[in-house]
């Protein structure tokens, strides 16, 4: 079973940056697809980008440019750096890994306000 813990939420203002982890434990397959999610209040949850094991990346339109995916190996960590943050950018963020199963974290609070 994996466990998935998420940190670096918080609360930024426009134009902020801030970058969240995702900190991995337990048995990890070598063929998966990791990423971030975000569920804003009413909506439903989207994909925000994910990274592949081979390295591959894909992105969310509204976030191209601004948000890049990570991952450190040796760490077992996914990383998220968020720049130009915008106020559509509030939600909860949450990491996923998908591989033989569907794995969550807790989520994490992002809150972009002036």
């Known amino acids: 079973q994996v466990q998935l813990v998420e940190s670096g939420g918080g609360l930024v203002q426009p134009g902020g940056s801030l970058r969240l982890s995702c900190v991995a434990s337990?048995?990890?397959?070598?063929?998966?697809?990791m990423g971030w999610y975000r569920q804003a209040p009413g909506k439903q949850r989207e994909l925000v980008a994910v990274i592949n094991s081979g390295g591959g990346t894909n992105y969310a339109d509204s976030v191209k440019g601004r948000f890049t995916i990570s991952r450190d190996s040796a760490k077992r960590t996914l990383y998220l750096q968020m720049n130009s943050l915008k106020v559509d950018d509030t939600a909860v963020y949450y990491c996923?890994?998908?591989?033989?199963?569907?794995?969550w974290g807790q989520g994490t609070q992002v809150t972009v306000s002036a």
């Open positions: 996923n890994l998908k591989s033989v199963r569907d794995d």
């Open positions: 337990g048995t990890i397959f070598p063929v998966y697809v």
